[in-house]
């Protein structure tokens, strides 16, 4: 079946690193995601990985993706407060269905 | 672009009233998605569209829920009659192609009914 777990809170310092992380329990997935929305507004893509790969890094984001575990993950560098947010995993099949996490709520404190 | 435009932005209803969401994807999206967002349920995906044609709609709690899409740009979600359960954020979304592509969201439509 298609779920996506993700723990509800996490707060970090800022300039430290935060680490969210997501579970899946279908392994038939193709792409996962990570979206960001920020309060009283949609959701925004971050970025993506496809299936077949471990990892992708596109500046301060970096997505590790371990396919045995069915664990995804979000790295944010240096995380400043303008990342406050909640944060989605979501996971899509050879369907068309985007399958969202419950949401992780990032809190940067100064 | 102007992006998925959702319609009204916040809406106070009372019980037992019809409740009418609206959408407009982004022009030459050919998929179309509603979702609801609650503290409870996280983000679900109630129905999307495919060319105006619902593919799946299994996510739809009840018969008082509804959508159309009569046409590529506008399609509506439907609540009649509307119970306090039902407060929640309304999302529209859409994007191009299906599956690999990005999905854009609209603002959402801020539902409480009382």
């Known amino acids: 079946g298609e779920d996506v777990e993700q723990s509800l809170f996490l707060s970090v310092r800022e300039g430290d690193s935060s680490v969210i992380n997501c579970t899946y329990t279908?392994?038939?997935?193709?792409?996962l995601y990570w979206y960001k929305q920020e309060p009283g507004a949609g959701l925004q893509l971050l970025t993506y990985?496809?299936?077949?790969?471990d990892m992708k890094q596109d500046q301060r984001l970096t997505v590790l993706l371990n396919k045995k575990d069915k664990h995804l993950s979000l790295r944010i560098a240096d995380t400043q407060t303008g990342d406050s947010a909640i944060y989605f995993c979501?996971?899509?099949?050879?369907?068309?269905?985007?399958?969202f996490g419950t949401g992780t709520r990032l809190q940067v404190f100064p | 672009d102007a992006g998925v435009i959702q319609s009204p932005r916040h809406e106070v209803t009372e019980m037992g009233q019809e409740v009418t969401l609206r959408c407009k994807p982004i022009?030459?999206?050919?998929?179309l998605f509603w979702y609801r967002q609650t503290m409870m349920r996280g983000l679900e995906l109630l129905i999307y569209?495919?060319?105006?044609?619902?593919?799946?709609d299994s996510g739809m709690p009840e018969d008082r829920f509804s959508a159309k899409m009569p046409n590529a740009s506008f399609s509506t979600l439907k609540i009649q009659p509307s119970e306090p359960r039902d407060s929640a954020v309304y999302f529209c979304?859409?994007?191009?192609?299906?599956?690999?592509?990005?999905?854009?969201f609209g603002e959402g439509s801020w539902l409480t009914v009382v």
């Open positions: 979501a996971e899509s099949f050879n369907t068309d269905k985007l399958i």
């Open positions: 279908d392994s038939s997935s193709t792409y």
């Open positions: 990985i496809f299936s077949n790969m």
């Open positions: 022009s030459g999206h050919d998929y």
């Open positions: 569209f495919n060319n105006n044609v619902p593919i799946d």
């Open positions: 979304a859409s994007n191009p192609l299906g599956v690999g592509n990005t999905i854009y």
